[in-house]
């Protein structure tokens, strides 16, 4: 089956946003290739490496937590 890469991306970034720690920082288990978009777009830094753990940019983070909102907020449930 085909995704929509922008979806999957934006998935993937509200997830690392709504389980982030140590302010901006997060577990780094997802597919490279989405990794290295976001961090082509800005939104985390460079996830190469021996680290478990990326960290958000402000901007990352921001938009990270109003896409976990929108996919994953308490009113989107009881909305649909």
């Given at each position: ?24 920082r ?30 958000l ?20 449930a009881?909305?649909?």
């Amino acid at each position: 089956m085909n995704y929509d890469s922008d979806r999957i991306d934006e998935a993937v970034l509200a997830l690392l946003a709504a389980f982030a720690f140590d302010d901006r920082r997060a577990w780094k288990g997802f597919d490279f290739e989405v990794m290295n978009r976001l961090y082509a777009m800005g939104l985390i830094d460079n996830p190469v490496g021996k680290a478990k753990s990326v960290w958000l940019t402000q901007e990352g983070l921001d938009r990270g937590r109003q896409c976990a909102e929108r996919l994953f907020g308490e009113a989107s449930a009881s909305a649909g």
